[in-house]
């Protein structure tokens, strides 16, 4: 199955698809350097994580963006690799929940160490989002070049 849009329609569409992205993506690289600037010990836990909890909100508009927009842009369904890039949005989706909850785990310990086994589901957190972000793009520009 192939959907079609007219080109005027397409043109919006990409727009849209565009800017969601930089949204998005953009909040999450931000919320990704916050991260790492804690690691670093540049950053506190607590400033870390007043910085990034509004950044949820672009973070799921751009999602639902690029989820809304990518239906006008004639996604070829057949094509194993449209599959598999609808797959990576599935996993940003699920770990972006998964993120949430992290979030809320970490504000509850309060100044306190950070255990291990949150420090290992942080680094999981972050490295899956990347990968798929990265991943969705490359797919992205693959399929816009046909």
Known sequence: MHLRADVTLHTVA???????????????????????????????????????APL????????GGLLFSGAFLHPDLSSPLTCVKLGLVLVLSLNGVQASA???????????PVGRRLMIRGAATAS???????????????????
Request: hydrophobic share 55%.
């Open 14 to 52: 990409l727009f849209a698809h565009l800017a969601s992205l930089v949204l998005g993506f953009g909040a999450v690289l931000a919320i990704d350097y916050y991260g790492a600037l804690w690691l670093m010990g540049r950053k506190t836990l607590h400033e870390v994580l007043d910085f990034t």
């Open 102 to 112: 992290l979030h809320r785990r970490l504000a509850a310990v309060d100044g306190g």
């Open 56 to 63: 949820h909100v672009p973070v799921w508009a751009g999602l």
């Open 128 to 146: 899956v989002s990347q990968a798929a972000w990265w991943g969705t793009v490359a797919i992205g520009f693959l399929n816009s070049r046909h």
